[in-house]
């Protein structure tokens, strides 16, 4: 375990990356999501839904001292696996058995930091095993959305062992993205398996291409 270090001396980034369009490929941005509703904590601290923004994340990346990652990750695991990586560990997995084009972006957005000299002293990637990636407009997965909440508590803990906590509880906090995007809002309003528009989903297309 590492010495506490009062957490106002340390600038903290919990960064969610991934697609919520893609089903499990949301993991990341749900635990983001859920952990900003839960927690409220120091300015120092940082929640942030970095989507498939890629490269432009680094900018986030370089002011941290502590960067935690959340996402869904192809370990070759059984699906629903929740496993760790630490510090210099972190970019080989971001890279090596790419999923979706958000984790070479991310892989080479730590390149980017290490290149310029600021890189995060301290590194955690909470990743979880994705059963279903091809369902566009789908939620996540029951066996992936119960890793939510110990993917939370992993970070949590990870956080006070570094002398950083929450500065209190909340219930419904500032949400990070669009409402209609929220996970409750988002399942709650697709349509069902028999009424699903093939060609995608018709709630983020024009008029005009739902009519084609």
């Known amino acids: 375990m590492s010495e506490q270090v009062p957490s106002e001396e ?3 980034l919990i960064l969610g990356i991934g697609n919520v369009l893609w089903a499990d490929e949301g993991f990341g941005v749900r635990c983001v999501e859920t952990l900003n509703k839960q927690c409220r904590f120091a300015d120092n601290v940082k929640l942030m839904d970095g989507g498939t923004q890629g490269i432009y994340l680094v900018q986030h990346v370089q002011k941290a001292d502590i ?4 996402d869904a990750i192809d370990y070759g695991l059984k699906p629903g696996t929740l496993r760790e990586i630490y510090d210099q560990d ?4 971001m890279g090596a058995k790419q999923m979706s084009l958000h984790q070479t972006g991310f892989q080479e957005v730590l390149a ?15 990743g979880c095993q994705p059963v279903e990636l ?17 993917a939370i ?4 803990n990870y956080l006070k062992e570094r002398g950083i906590v929450p500065v ?13 995007l929220e996970m409750q809002t988002y399942e709650s309003g697709r349509p069902s398996e028999e009424s699903a528009f093939r060609k995608g989903d018709i709630r983020f297309m024009s008029s005009e291409e739902g009519q084609s």
């Open 10 to 12: 340390k600038s903290v």
């Open 67 to 70: 960067l935690v990652v959340f």
């Open 90 to 93: 972190v970019p080989k997995f």
């Open 112 to 126: 980017m930091a290490e290149f310029t000299g600021s890189y995060p002293e301290q590194l955690l990637l909470i």
């Open 134 to 150: 091809e369902d566009f407009g789908g939620s996540l997965r029951d066996e992936v959305k119960a890793q939510v909440a110990p």
């Open 153 to 156: 508590s992993i970070a949590l």
């Open 168 to 180: 209190s509880d909340q219930t419904g906090g500032e949400g990070l993205a669009p409402g209609e």
